[in-house]
């Protein structure tokens, strides 16, 4: 059973017929294809992936199971033909389409062919992950690991934060990694407490906090780690916030199995941390899924009714941030299994001092 067969099968209890894929990663995920511009149509007689002749040759390497065909410069305008004859309802993925390409689409597609908003099909199959997909994941974290120890050999204190972060996302790739899976935080004592720091020109001072948030992707999957570091002897303000952000990241690991929603996983740790005077600082959800996307199903937060499964990859990530203060941030990746869950990240988590 191929991933369009399974997706198929969703598409029939959708009352669809077809689907139309025009998500880059959701189009990789079905086909194989890693090129920058094509779109398949999946159903049960219908397996088009279409290309333009930059991605031909491309193409016949990658992609199976299609039939595989060279569109027009405007790639949709080979969707004007090819329909089996007799009216159809074709599902498009309208949290990727815009109004403009939607409004191409209709005018290019027969009268016969009804357009139908199906959203996130192919995400719902890519949160439950394939036996080499995990692989894949585990893979890219623990090059992740070995990238950020290499640099951590070197110190942290007196050193730029963008210093720290370029010289990490270049020890990734040295390593093996096609690129950080997303743009690399670095973040010192007060300028921690933005949860999407920007690393800065500034060096990193002694006897504080520092957030390293970084991951890798390597054969198109991601990895996604924090840890915090000490560059000293810490204030015991600051002590008291690591240790409590701790405790929250272990005990809201300890409860990812298969069953508790995204909500439930999410107030393992917000009562932890509100327990500790710091409800008010932990302003973002428990986690999320990675896997082709470093962002994507399942979401860990309060607004989360997802249930966790069994080969789900999700991250475990509170932080408490105190403005003008300091951040604390600990993540780990981790797979949810049938007996409960396997840690990928293998970088210690009790506090650790770098001068
Ligand atoms: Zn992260
Ligand atoms: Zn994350």
Redesign the pocket.
């Known amino acids: 059973v191929t991933r369009a067969d399974r997706l198929t099968e969703r598409l029939e209890a959708e009352g669809l017929d077809a689907l139309l894929v025009t998500d880059l990663l959701n189009l990789r995920y079905l086909t194989g294809f890693t090129g920058s511009n094509g779109f398949a149509v999946v159903g049960r007689e219908l397996r088009r992936f279409v290309t333009d002749f930059r991605y031909v040759t491309q193409a016949a390497g990658q992609v199976r199971g299609f039939d595989r065909e060279e569109g027009p410069r405007e790639l949709h305008g080979a969707l004007a033909t090819g329909w089996p004859d007799r009216p159809l309802r074709l599902g498009f993925e309208d949290h990727a389409v815009s109004v403009k390409a939607h409004g191409k689409l209709r005018e290019v597609l027969p009268d016969r062919v009804e357009l139908v908003p199906a959203g996130t099909l192919v995400e719902d199959l890519r949160a439950i992950k394939e036996p080499l997909e995990l692989q894949a994941i585990a893979a890219a974290a623990v090059l992740a690991d070995e990238a950020l120890e290499a640099v951590l050999a070197q110190g942290l204190a007196g050193r730029t934060e963008r210093a720290v972060a370029l010289d990490l996302e270049q020890e990734m790739r040295l390593r093996g990694a096609q690129e950080p899976s997303f743009a690399t935080i670095v973040a010192a004592a007060g300028h921690a407490a933005l949860p999407h720091a920007e690393p800065r020109d500034e060096p990193i001072p002694p006897d504080t906090l520092v957030i390293v948030d970084w991951g890798a992707r390597l054969d198109g999957y991601c990895s996604?780690c924090t840890r915090t570091f000490a560059t000293g002897r810490l204030p015991e303000e600051l002590a008291a916030i690591y240790a409590l952000v701790e405790r929250a990241q272990a005990q809201a690991l300890s409860a990812i199995c298969p069953g508790p929603t995204g909500r439930e996983a999410d107030a393992v740790a917000r009562e932890v941390i509100e327990e500790g005077g710091h409800g008010a600082h932990f302003g973002h959800g428990l986690?999320?899924g990675v896997g082709l996307d470093v962002h994507e199903a399942p979401r860990l937060g309060q607004a989360s009714e997802q249930r966790l499964a069994a080969g789900q990859v999700v991250?475990v990530?509170p932080g408490i941030y105190v403005p003008g203060v300091a951040g604390v941030r600990i993540?780990d990746l981790v797979a949810v299994t049938e007996a409960g869950h396997e840690v990928f990240s293998g970088l210690p988590k009790e506090v650790r001092v770098l001068a």
């Open positions: 996604d986690g999320h991250t990530e993540e």
